[in-house]
């Protein structure tokens, strides 16, 4: 993960949400681990139906900052 200027985040924690509300499927919230610089992962975060889905990504920098990146992605 980088910042807006494209900087290493250097992220103590990293929350990964997964909604589908028109297909009725409520928040999934699953914690990722870090795999190496920068990145992160969710072994058990599965994703059914396909179609799209919102996703929101918390990653806790410090006590005070917690940036949030939000967008959707389109599963086949």
Known sequence: M???AGALLA???VT???S???AG???IRRTAQP?????WRSADLLLVPKGEWSIRVEALVSD????IFEGTIKLQ
């Open 2 to 4: 980088t910042d807006e």
């Open 11 to 13: 992220a103590k924690e």
């Open 16 to 18: 990964i949400t997964a």
């Open 20 to 22: 589908k509300a028109q």
């Open 25 to 27: 499927v409520e928040p």
């Open 35 to 39: 795999t190496g610089t920068g990145e």
């Open 64 to 67: 005070f900052e917690k940036p």
